[in-house]
């Protein structure tokens, strides 16, 4: 590729990826901070998300989520484990994991359809 387009020497970079990437996360935690419901898919889990939903559930607001048994499993261990634990003793909480290599991440709230 570098043949193609010459030598990078006063290249400069425009657009990092990562960056986007980092935005539609932050986004993603203001859906959740501001919904009234929650539905959605998720197929990576953070801190930061757990914890997000984990204060909506408190607080009332229906959460249903489904996991593919990758972060199902990791859901098991420290730190989620222990909120997962409280979560369940919520009638507005359900968490489901399919069988299946979910690649993929959507949350469908009564604000936003990202």
């Not at 030598?7 to 425009?14: A, E, G, I, M, R």
């Not at 939903?53 to 229906?62: N, Q």
């Not at 730190?79 to 979910?102: G, M, V």
């Amino acid at each position: 590729m570098l043949k193609e387009i010459g030598c990078p020497y006063n290249f400069k970079v425009l657009y990092d990826k990562r960056t986007k990437i980092h935005n539609v996360y932050s986004n993603q935690l203001k859906i959740i901070k501001n919904a009234d419901y929650i539905y959605g898919i998720s197929s990576v889990i953070t801190e930061d998300y757990a914890d997000s939903i984990s204060e909506r559930v408190k607080e009332g607001t229906p959460v249903e989520l489904i996991v593919p048994l990758h972060v199902a499993e990791e859901l098991k261990q420290s730190p989620y484990a222990e909120k997962l634990k409280i979560l369940k003793n919520y009638k507005n909480f359900q968490l489901k994991s399919k069988n299946e290599d979910l690649k993929m991440g959507l949350i469908v709230t009564d604000k936003c359809l990202p």
